[in-house]
């Protein structure tokens, strides 16, 4: 049985301290929506150059246009099946192979790996998800399938709470090498190596297939998630002088390694990884503005939702816009935060969907700091004082917690919209909209505002969930050891 963490993770203050959001916070807002409504779009106040001469490119891929890696060289790359679905997520099923994430058992949370996405040619709607054990139990230990995606959260949605065996409590000592043996009879062993791996895995990076002897990758994962060519990610404070605050984003044109040398397994303050784009920020604007060709079209789309869904706290600019900051900069691996996700992907995983087609708008900042007041990776790691460990496979960044056998290979991931329901990325956003306004009117027939998603959501918002996981807190360490883990 997974290693269930029935103590909610604590907030924690802002960056550099790990930001521990469990769900947006519930500040009022009272301004107003002006009464003009139209479809807003998107604007970079640089203009943005060879748009139009890109060759075409199968539907829902994402090329950037200025990238060191030629389009045919992405485009017959082993992943690129894998990379344009990840580029893509359908409505609120944005979880990635091989990522780390939280999940749902019961009334309780543990921490595991995915190890499947859901597929139409497999008939599955849920991930199938290994948890994280140790390396007492690890190898006979079986994965969870059909987990909706409601019932996982980013890793960087939370932060991990403090481990309960002070013996397993040694930063200094690798995952393999602690006393599992001696503290095989302590109740508490699994949730603490599973926190403890977990923390690991956030202070790791794996390169992902190899382009040109340039030494271009096709992605990375960074800590607990997977990044892209083409992706869009989230940048720490120091990363560069135009980051100035959570609402910068860099949509990622190349990543390189220009320090291939380095020594699988060992620690090292940097990373020697480096990616390349575009910086971009979200700012109000009077007037509405064109859409930048050059931003992905799930951040697009994204921000189309939060205009019609949200109500503006500045009602004489109530636009928003995406400014390019800062064009074909490099960023160093260590400095990304982690993946961007869609607001309204995570907005409705956190509360559900009936509080996104309310008729009275969601606060802004509500909205933003669903995903803006996330943690940031390596953080959990202390990665920043311990170094990041280069693995050559993803698999080695969780060994000793998962199967042996268990390996996280390309495979081909299809869209689950041919299963009956439809999703954000499968429709227009102006679809999307019309779609709201009738279900405000009173049209209950339609599809909500992202599309279905064929799975039953969670009766209770996030902050009844949480509420029931801190009463189920001051029972937790009283349970027998039978009770969570069966028979250790």
Request: proline share 7%; glycine share 8%; with cysteine.
């Amino acid at each position: 049985m997974p290693a269930e963490l029935s103590i909610p993770p604590k907030p924690a203050s802002p960056a550099p301290i790990r930001e521990a959001m469990i769900g947006p916070n519930n500040n009022g807002v009272t301004s107003k929506r002006p009464s003009a409504d139209p479809i807003r779009r998107v604007a970079a106040t640089v203009a943005q150059p060879h748009a139009s001469s890109q060759p075409s490119k199968p539907p829902g891929s994402f090329i950037p246009a200025q990238t060191a890696v030629s389009e045919n060289v992405l485009l017959s790359s082993n992943t690129h099946r894998e990379r344009d679905n990840d580029l893509s997520p359908l409505g609120i099923n944005i979880y990635r192979l091989g990522e780390q994430v939280w999940f749902q058992t019961g009334p309780h949370w543990a921490l595991g790996v995915v190890l499947d996405t859901p597929s139409a040619s497999k008939g599955t709607q849920g991930y199938r998800i290994h948890p994280l054990n140790s390396p007492l139990i690890c190898q006979t230990t079986r994965s969870q399938s059909e987990v909706p995606a409601q019932q996982l959260r980013p890793w960087v949605a939370w932060s991990t709470p403090p481990l309960t065996n002070g013996n397993l409590d040694n930063t200094g000592t690798d995952y393999a090498n602690l006393p599992w043996h001696q503290e095989r009879r302590s109740q508490s062993i699994e949730v603490d190596a599973s926190i403890i791996k977990s923390r690991d895995v956030d202070a790791s990076y794996t390169l992902i297939e190899k382009l040109t002897e340039q030494n271009y990758y096709a992605g990375v994962y960074l800590g607990a998630e997977k990044l892209w060519v083409g992706d869009t990610v989230r940048l720490k404070s120091g990363a560069h002088p135009a980051v100035q605050s959570t609402h910068e984003i860099l949509v990622v044109s190349s990543i390189q390694d220009l320090a291939p040398g380095s020594r699988l397994g060992a620690r090292s303050r940097d990373t020697g990884v480096f990616l390349s784009g575009d910086i971009y920020r979200l700012v109000s604007h009077k007037q509405q503005m064109p859409t930048p060709h050059m931003l992905p079209n799930v951040v697009a789309q994204d921000l189309e939702v939060r205009m019609k869904v949200t109500l503006s706290p500045n009602p004489a600019a109530p636009y928003w816009t995406y400014t390019l900051l800062a064009h074909g900069i490099s960023i160093k691996l260590e400095d990304v935060k982690g993946r961007w996700y869609p607001s309204v992907s995570l907005y409705r995983i956190f509360n559900g969907d009936a509080k996104i087609k309310s008729s009275n708008g969601i606060n802004q900042q509500e909205w933003d700091e669903t995903g803006s007041k996330m943690n940031e990776m390596g953080s959990g790691g202390n990665a920043a004082t311990q170094g990041w460990r280069r693995h050559d496979q993803r698999h080695d960044a969780f060994t000793m917690s998962i199967p042996a056998t268990i390996r996280f290979s390309p495979q081909e991931q299809h869209s689950i919209s041919n299963i009956g329901s439809e999703h954000i990325g499968s429709r227009s956003i102006e679809t999307e909209l019309q779609t709201l306004d009738l279900q405000r009117h009173g049209q209950n027939n339609v599809v909500d505002l992202t599309g279905g998603d064929g799975l039953e959501f969670l009766d209770n918002d996030e902050d009844d969930l949480m509420r029931k996981m801190r009463e189920d807190a001051a029972s937790f360490l009283h349970e027998d050891a039978d009770d969570f883990y069966g028979g250790l």
